[in-house]
């Protein structure tokens, strides 16, 4: 264990020097939902329906799901790293070491996570700059939450990405599987505002529960049945991510 430990700290330190020196795609992943919030957001003050906030409160309800949609697309595109290490040959020259094989897996997907709280840290700035108010405690919850979603689609990417063993592939597939999710989990507006037959298919996609707990974790309803219903769907997809993955990526560098 204390190997496994070191070893994840190294490859963690490693991949966050790596990261920094591509501010860019930090600053890309973060731009489309700064966009939302400061483009989309003030259009909800004027709307009304079942689920909606009113006046002011209307971000407490919006901000939530953009934490949502930085931690899926910001987690689901982290295999186009693997794919490249892969093909500079960067994994079998660190199999040859005697570094732990999971904490290849855990320190990438540590170093993913951070990346992730701080774009979620920056995109709260911004909603509070902008009036949001929500519960202290609701919103660490809501951040665990954020974190526990950008684990999954990191995991999620990094099976693709061993499966498909191609860029443009791996990019495609992504789409195709985030569209959705995205579409049906009432990320940018409440599901309650949906027709019966999609408010049924919503009870599907797992990222609805996610986007379910964290906007009542936010606007301080934390005795809702959503906040550990969104915990516990994320933590079981996690758990079988993981025992699907685990075996594909010790394959690779053995």
């Given amino acids: 264990m204390r190997a496994l430990l070191r070893d994840t700290a190294a490859l963690y330190r490693f991949g966050m020097h790596e990261a920094m020196n591509n501010r860019a795609w930090i600053v890309l992943g973060l731009s489309q939902p700064v966009m939302w919030l400061v483009l989309f957001g003030p259009l909800l003050g004027s709307l009304r ?3 909606l906030a009113t006046d002011d409160d209307q971000l407490s309800l919006f901000v939530p799901g953009l934490l949502m949609m930085v931690a899926l697309f910001g987690s ?15 994994l079998e020259r660190l199999a040859a070491t005697p570094v732990s094989r999971f904490a290849l897996l855990t320190g990438a997907i540590l170093r993913d996570a951070t990346l992730l709280l701080g774009q979620a840290l920056v995109l709260l700035a911004v909603g509070a700059a902008m009036g949001l108010r929500s519960d202290p405690l609701g919103t660490v919850l809501t951040l665990v939450l954020v974190l526990l979603v950008g684990v999954l689609g ?6 693709l990405a061993l499966v498909l063993r191609e860029e443009s592939t791996l990019a495609g597939a992504v789409n195709v599987l985030t569209m959705p999710l995205t579409l049906v ?3 940018l507006l409440p599901i309650s505002l949906a027709p019966g037959w999609l408010s049924g298919l919503a009870r599907a ?12 974790a936010m606007t301080g309803n934390l005795g809702a049945t959503a906040v550990p219903v969104g915990f516990a769907v994320t933590g079981a997809l996690i758990v079988l991510v993981a025992l699907w993955v685990t075996p594909k990526f010790r394959k690779v560098i053995v």
């Fill in 76 to 90: 689901m595109f982290m295999g186009l790293g693997l794919l490249a290490n892969l093909r500079c040959g960067m």
């Fill in 154 to 159: 990191a995991a999620t990417s990094y099976g």
């Fill in 185 to 187: 989990s009432g990320l």
């Fill in 205 to 216: 996609d797992p990222l609805y529960y996610a986007v379910e707990g964290a906007r009542h």
């Fill in 49 to 51: 329906g079942p689920g």
